[in-house]
């Protein structure tokens, strides 16, 4: 019995510290990988059109202080469904959760701002 208490507490414990592993990024822009550095000045200004358009090259935001971190496949396919119901046209900002890996988020939800 008194193993299998540890057993889950540490299990437990094991669970709770990778929750603590997630970050979130609050209204950050959104771009694909294609036009990431030629927008870096103005990316509110980049269309949606076009960030769909160039969504299989991948997605990903570009940080406060201008670094593209790129998004896992499971944060392309989500942000992808996010902007497709989403009106807006341009000044595309979002919030992400997810964990960083170098420059990667493995995301695990994106919402547009």
């Not at 299998?4 to 959104?30: D, P, Y």
Request: hydrophobic share 40%; proline share 1%; aromatic share 4%.
């Amino acid at each position: 019995m008194k193993r299998t208490l540890a057993v889950v507490t540490v299990f437990v414990f094991i669970l709770s510290m990778g929750s603590l592993l997630a970050e979130t990024w609050t209204n950050v822009s959104i771009v694909d990988s294609n036009c990431q550095s030629r927008v870096a000045e103005n990316p509110d200004a980049h269309k949606k059109g076009c960030l769909l358009k160039c969504a299989d090259s991948g997605l990903g935001i570009l940080t406060a202080d201008g670094e593209f971190l790129k998004f896992d496949a499971s944060g392309n396919e989500k942000a992808l469904a996010a902007l497709k119901t989403s009106d807006k046209e341009d000044n595309l900002r979002v919030s992400v959760e997810g964990e960083r890996d170098g420059d990667t988020i493995r995301v695990q939800s994106v919402t547009v701002q």
